[in-house]
């Protein structure tokens, strides 16, 4: 009996927003890869992981990771404008996350989860950040399933 291939992708061409967008989904035994792409380019290669502690209704929680590229953003100043010396990072750390971790994880945190909880590698470049751009190009990653 011959067995199916090793990787099976999946691509699509799309207008989304006015903007010409191109995704592609391959999915591996051990994780996803999506690409979406308003330039034409790789872009930034996130690294989005679900952690083994859940929320509080059992799901996992998604960490980011940039691989590649620009992590763009930086945290807002506190209001004494310093850090305190007990604490290695800033107090305001935790609460903030650069623009590319929230479009990562909102473009792809159904397919880790729709893929049994892999970790997906995403490549991106986009020129439309908006959330109702971010939503369009979900239903565009999610056309090309493949896990």
Not at 58 to 76: A, F, M, N, W, Y
Not at 102 to 122: D, T
Request: charged share 20%.
């Amino acid at each position: 009996m011959a067995a199916g291939p090793a990787v099976t992708s999946k691509q699509r061409q799309e207008m989304v927003r006015g903007v010409r967008t191109d995704v592609v989904c391959t999915a591996f035994s051990n994780a996803v890869l999506v690409v979406v792409t308003q330039y034409g380019k790789m872009g930034t290669l996130v690294y989005v992981d679900p952690d083994t502690v859940g929320d509080a209704v059992g799901r996992p929680s998604l960490s980011t990771k940039v691989l590649l590229g620009k992590d763009e953003g930086s945290p807002p100043p506190n209001s004494c404008g310093r850090t305190f010396p007990a604490v290695s990072v800033p107090l305001y750390t935790f609460a903030f996350q650069p623009l590319v971790h929230v479009c990562a994880k909102n473009l792809v945190a159904f397919v880790s989860q729709e893929a049994g909880n892999k970790p997906v590698l995403l490549a991106m470049a986009l020129k439309d950040k908006t959330v109702e751009g971010i939503q369009a190009l979900r239903e565009v990653i999610r056309s090309c399933q493949v896990w």
